[in-house]
């Protein structure tokens, strides 16, 4: 059984910060990725970012170079640290873990609760 326990939604103005955490537990032994996906209302969701215990990233055209992925091995936490964040940004944003074995193939396996986000022009 997996958990995964996530922090750091809410409720910014347009070209603020957030920062999204997500500590996993149980049994991930054979997991190595990491990663969030986001759904805004009506609309499917999607990889926001992704990252593997051995250094691969990815990233969603539409966040590279605002959006920062990293994680703490030790911990088993995941971070997304998000600036210049724009109203379209706005959604419910999922922890997940998963397999990755390239930088563009990520398989989530467990998923956590989800965060809001929600970011006003």
């Known amino acids: 059984q997996v958990q995964l326990v996530e922090s750091g939604g809410g409720s910014v103005q347009a070209g603020g910060s957030l920062r999204l955490s997500c500590a996993a537990s149980?049994?991930?032994?054979?997991?190595?990725?990491m990663g969030w996906y986001r759904q805004a209302p009506g609309k499917q969701r999607e990889l926001v970012a992704a990252?593997?215990?051995?250094?691969?990233?990815h990233y969603a055209d539409s966040v590279k170079g605002r959006f920062t992925i990293s994680r703490d091995n030790a911990k088993n936490t995941v971070y997304l640290q998000m600036n210049s964040l724009k109203p379209e940004d706005t959604a419910v944003y999922y922890c997940?873990?998963?397999?990755?074995?390239?930088?563009?193939?990520?398989?989530?396996?467990?998923w956590g609760q989800g965060t809001q986000v929600t970011v006003s022009s």
């Open positions: 997940n873990v998963g397999v990755m074995a390239t930088t563009s193939s990520y398989y989530p396996v467990h």
């Open positions: 990252i593997s215990s051995g250094g691969y990233i």
């Open positions: 149980g049994s991930i032994f054979s997991i190595n990725g």
